[in-house]
C-alpha cells in the first residue's frame, strides 16, 4: 500500500523543530502505546540527538499493561531515550511519574547554574510526536488547564504554543509531524489503524483487511465474536480460517449494514476501525520490538 501522508505544514513544524532545539533542555516524545515503534518518528531521534530525552507512552488504557515492560527495556536499551514513562492522558494515569523525571532534571540544571553564580532557571521541554497522539491533551492534563488547542482530527494543531506549567517547567507544543516516505509498509498500515492519518486519504477497505491480518496473527480475531455476538455464524476456530472479506460480510449482516446480496465494505471497514480506535475491541499491541 502507498501512503504517505506529508502535507507543506509538516515539512515547516519539521523546521521549528530545529528552529528551537536550541533553546530546549529535554525533548518529550509522545508516543501511541498500541504502535510504540510504528509512532516513533525517526526524524526526532536524528534532530533531537544531543537533547536528553523522554519517551511518553500515552493511551496505555488501550493496551495490556502488563506486557509494558518488554517497551520499557527496548527504547532504554537501545538508547533511544534516557527516560521512560507510560501514561494515560484520557485517565490521568502517571502524570506523578513523569513530574519527578522533570523536577530531577530541573534540579540538576539549577545545581549547574549555581556553579555559574546564577541561582534561578527553568527547564525548558519540547512536546513531539505524531499526528493524533494526544499531544494538546498530555499538555493540558499536566497543566491542568485548557492551555492547549485540542482536535480529534490528525493534524489539527498548528503552529507552536508555549505553555508555562510552573517557575520550574515550560513547555513547548508543536503540531504533530511525519515523516516525508514510510519505508516499511507495516509502519503505514499501523499508522492508519491506530487513527494517526487521515481517513480521507486511505483505502480503508485495504486498511481493514490488514487489521483483520494482524488480529489472526495476534490471536485476537476470536476478539471480534464476542465483541459483535457471531456464534451463531463462526467459533473461535473457525474464524482464523475465514477469508477476510468473507469476516466483513458476517460483521455486515450481524450489524445491519447491508440490507440486500450488495456489500459496501468501505462502510464496514470504517466502523470496524472505529471500534478497534475506541478499545472495543480488546486491549492489546498491535506490534512488538523488533529482535
Request: cysteine-free.
Amino acid at each position: 500500500m502507498n501512503i504517505n501522508w506529508y502535507p507543506g505544514h509538516m515539512k515547516k513544524t519539521k523546521d521549528l523543530i530545529v528552529e528551537n532545539l536550541k533553546i530546549i533542555d529535554i525533548v518529550i516524545e509522545i508516543l501511541d502505546a498500541r504502535i510504540p515503534l510504528s509512532s516513533k518518528n525517526p526524524d526526532i531521534s536524528k534532530l533531537a540527538n544531543n537533547k536528553k530525552k523522554i519517551i511518553v507512552l500515552n493511551k496505555v488504557d488501550l493496551i495490556d499493561s502488563k506486557e509494558l515492560k518488554v517497551w520499557e527495556d527496548y527504547f532504554l536499551e537501545n538508547k533511544f531515550s534516557d527516560y521512560f514513562v507510560a501514561l494515560s492522558v484520557e485517565k490521568g494515569m502517571n502524570f506523578n511519574e513523569l513530574r519527578k523525571i522533570t523536577d530531577k532534571i530541573y534540579a540538576e540544571k539549577l545545581e549547574k547554574m549555581k556553579k555559574k553564580g546564577l541561582r534561578k532557571t527553568e527547564v525548558r521541554a519540547m512536546i513531539v510526536g505524531i499526528p493524533n497522539v494526544g499531544k494538546s491533551k498530555f499538555i493540558n492534563k499536566f497543566v491542568n488547564k485548557n492551555k492547549a488547542r485540542v482536535g480529534n482530527t490528525p493534524g489539527f494543531t498548528r503552529g507552536k504554543q508555549w505553555i508555562k506549567i510552573d517557575e520550574k517547567l515550560e513547555l513547548l507544543d508543536t503540531p504533530g509531524v511525519l515523516w516525508p516516505k514510510f519505508e516499511d509498509d507495516n509502519v503505514a498500515y499501523n499508522l492508519a489503524i491506530a487513527g494517526s492519518i487521515k481517513d480521507n486519504v486511505l483505502p480503508l477497505e485495504q486498511v481493514a483487511m490488514k487489521f483483520l491480518d494482524k488480529l489472526k496473527d495476534l490471536r485476537k480475531i476470536q476478539n471480534l465474536i464476542k465483541v459483535y455476538n457471531l456464534e451463531e455464524y463462526t467459533n473461535n476456530e473457525e474464524i482464523l480460517e475465514i477469508e477476510n472479506h468473507r469476516i466483513l460480510e458476517i460483521l455486515e449482516k450481524r450489524l445491519g449494514i447491508s440490507k440486500n446480496d450488495e456489500h459496501n465494505y468501505e462502510i464496514i471497514s470504517r466502523r470496524l476501525i472505529r471500534d478497534y480506535r475506541m478499545g472495543k475491541i480488546g486491549k492489546f499491541f498491535l506490534e512488538y520490538p523488533k529482535k
